[in-house]
């Protein structure tokens, strides 16, 4: 950014034009042209709020971040903050036109000074937090590559900002100087300060905001319907699109394909457990297999009951992701676990990431599974109560929470099935929420203790769960959440209220160099939310084999060991390519 300085060495015969030069939103003129664009004097507070929201983008957050991804955030803040430093300068020019040069002076150096050690500041500290996450998530890479990586990108792709800024405001001083020839100079502003302004709205309401979702939606669609090469038609008539299925093998979707002929094949089963084993089922019915809810739930249970789902010693009843994801972490484990004698079912109610549904669409994802249990329970109450499934649920994200909603309270959710894992809950888990306000007032928010954990339990992995003194009653219902996940702590509160995750002690993968900014931080959590499954697994919002030794926790499995549950964990996490 050019100096200031210029502004600064003013004479004393202009010393009463430098406070507009200095503290207020006048700069000095300049050239005309493509010069005059790219070399210019702005206000102190404008350079001042420049480096203070820069300053904002490096405050250090949950996750870490690519050093693209941070530099485009540094850039938008840069250009954010000049045009608030711009505003505040204009509104102070009626009060700084009597102050003496010398002290107009001083304190612009002052600020400029102050902001520009503020930003120093921040990029040393953004340095030894991402030193101290690297460590702690076990992340490679050099810190000082990405830190000037991404200062280098922010403070390059923020002048061009500014630029365009710039080159906006020479177009609109000459609408107005055209405009002045037939109107009054008032007139003339309101009328192209309104033309901006709708122009702006269409601009961002119709061609960026509506392609931008609709191109996005268009995507998440067409990688729904796509094929992937690998994944075959499945043989047994035990899933979902095999033989004698009433589901279309290409309307299942590519999320149901995969999960689908994902599943673990006898042979398999029976090598871990050295007995005889049987096919598990897996049922999953896409968007493109039905048009309603509660056509797809109906279909789905149909499939179920076709399939012999109900003949099972376990069922689990599946909300996925809002993609329609289902993570293979979190059914394997049940698969081995009862040696195949087991029945999943799932059904897609949306193409869409969680964080877009949690922001827009939740009630499509309670309606999917309000539809499905209601089908899968009024199935089960005719079947005798000796010879049913024991049913359980899984949910991870908006999964969780759609679930969450089918019940009135803990007690309700024992009362109807034999357990419940869910994963990653949203801060907006009605349920959840509930639970964290009866948590004893001796356990942080990260891991709550409620009513001595005799009916659920909380933590990040099997250990925390299991390491909560006292019996632990059955039906079981178990939540993994880090303390790390943006998906879970994300909250409006974070706007002007320090969050109790941030209060010692904290999570292990939590920095102790991570403040509190009011604002800032809600807008670096709010980044974090679409970071949180690109995170290392064990951290952010991916749990991968964790769910393992939660699934041996809550089924209770009969003749099954300590030792079971980690050789069935070493056993998913390679076999998946992905240990923790």
Not at 26 to 52: C, D, E, F, M, N
Not at 412 to 431: C, I, K, M, Y
Not at 476 to 486: E, F, G, I, T
């Amino acid at each position: 950014m050019p100096s200031i300085a210029a502004s600064l060495k003013a004479t004393p015969e202009a010393g009463r034009s430098l406070v507009s030069r200095s503290l207020t939103s006048r700069p000095p003129q300049a050239p005309t042209g493509v010069k005059g664009i790219l070399q210019w004097t702005p206000p102190a507070l404008a350079v001042a709020g420049t480096l203070l929201a820069w300053s904002g983008s490096l405050v250090p957050s949950l996750l870490p971040r690519p050093w693209l991804l941070q530099g485009i955030i540094s850039a938008v803040a840069i250009s954010v903050g000049y045009l608030v430093g711009l505003l505040a300068a204009r509104v102070i020019v009626p009060v700084t036109r009597r102050v003496h040069p010398s002290v107009a002076r001083r304190t612009a150096i002052g600020i400029v000074v102050c902001t520009a050690a503020v930003l120093v500041g921040s990029l040393a500290l953004h340095y030894v937090w991402r030193s101290d996450v690297n460590r702690v998530m076990g992340m490679e890479g050099s810190v000082a590559a990405y830190l000037l990586a991404a200062f280098v990108v922010g403070g390059s792709l923020g002048y061009l900002m500014l630029i365009a800024l710039r080159v906006a405001h020479r177009l609109w001083l000459a609408a107005v100087r055209r405009l002045t020839r037939w109107m009054p100079l008032g007139v003339a502003k309101s009328l192209v300060l309104g033309a901006l302004l709708v122009s702006a709205v269409f601009v961002f309401d119709v061609l960026v905001f509506g392609r931008l979702a609709g191109a996005l939606s268009d995507a998440y669609l067409h990688a729904t319907l796509s094929y992937d090469d690998d994944v075959s038609r499945p043989s047994l008539s035990t899933q979902a699109g095999g033989p004698g299925s009433l589901i279309s093998w290409d309307g299942i979707g590519l999320q149901g394909r995969e999960f689908v002929a994902s599943a673990r094949t006898r042979a398999e089963l029976e090598r871990f457990s050295g007995r005889p084993g049987r096919d598990p089922i897996r049922v999953y019915v896409g968007i493109g297999s039905a048009e309603t809810v509660s056509d797809r739930a109906r279909l789905a249970v149909d499939e179920l009951e076709r399939a012999g789902g109900f003949d099972r010693a376990a069922l689990v009843m599946i909300t996925p992701t809002g993609t329609g994801w289902v993570d293979p972490y979190a059914i394997d484990p049940l698969e081995f676990i009862f040696n195949g004698d087991t029945a999943a079912i799932a059904v897609q109610y949306s193409h869409l990431p969680s964080w877009v549904m949690l922001l827009g669409n939740q009630d499509l994802a309670i309606d999917s599974s309000w539809a499905l249990f209601e089908e899968v329970t009024q199935r089960m109450t005719e079947i005798d109560e000796d010879e049913r499934p024991r049913l359980f649920l899984y949910g991870e994200s908006l999964g969780s929470f759609a679930q969450e909603a089918i019940f009135t309270d803990l007690d309700e959710v024992r009362e109807q099935t034999d357990g419940a894992l869910w994963v990653g809950p949203s801060r907006t888990n009605r349920l959840w929420q509930k639970l964290m306000a009866e948590r004893s007032e001796d356990s942080p928010i990260w891991r709550p203790v409620v009513g001595d954990g005799m009916a659920v339990r909380f933590g990040p992995d099997g250990e925390t769960l299991a390491s909560v003194e006292g019996p632990w009653k059955t039906p079981r219902v178990a939540y993994l959440q880090h303390a790390s996940d943006p998906i879970t702590w994300l909250s409006t509160d974070l706007i002007l209220q320090r969050p109790e995750w941030l209060d010692p002690p904290r999570g292990l993968d939590v920095s102790k160099w991570m403040p509190y900014v009011p604002g800032v931080t809600f807008l670096q959590v709010l980044v974090d939310l679409v970071m949180g499954t690109n995170a290392p697994i064990g951290h952010g919002h991916k749990f991968g084999a964790a769910q393992t030794e939660a699934w041996a926790l809550i089924t209770t499995p009969e003749a099954w060991s300590a030792a079971d549950t980690q050789r069935l964990r070493s056993l998913i996490e390679n076999d998946l390519g992905n240990p923790k």
